[in-house]
């Protein structure tokens, strides 16, 4: 009778490890489970990122552009000012003539005037549009980042719990 009660206790054991065996394969499969959602996790915010950051330099290039645009706009105006008076102090016969092209010359100011005015609208909305694809980005990067931390974290345990059940299925061997 000792001996049939000698291999219950073993025959218990040995499932006991069995089920230890299988916890341990689970948290395995979980932790490889995890590890692969995280990166594609990772993966897909680092792709926002990028993108958000390729929109931004874009809208910066589209700005500078406007700014140089702007620019330009401004020494046509200045060249344009200049060359209606120099031509009123020239051609004092033709007065009236320059009168009517200097209202001319007004409305296209008035127009250019109006048009950069515009211009700077948008360059101002653009730079508005760009703080906030900034202020997008940042929150973006500390969002990844905490993931990446609380995954790691569950890694962490989840190899910790590995460790320790695989040290209690290669706990002390029965013999009989």
Known sequence: MKKLAKKGKVKGKVRV???AKDEVAELKRAMTKSKRESNARIRDLESQVSGLSEEAAKLKAD???KGR???RKRKDLSQLKDEGSSTMKGLESKLQEMAEELGR???DLS??????????EAVNRLREEMEYKNRQLASKDIEMENYKKVAEERIFQL???VKE??????GPAFTT
């Open 165 to 170: 059940l695989e040290g209690k299925t290669q």
């Open 159 to 161: 190899e910790a719990k």
């Open 111 to 120: 127009a250019s005037k109006k048009l950069l005015d515009e211009k700077e």
């Open 105 to 107: 010359k007004g409305d």
């Open 63 to 65: 700005l500078e552009k």
């Open 17 to 19: 490890k069995a089920q």
């Open 69 to 71: 645009e702007l620019e």
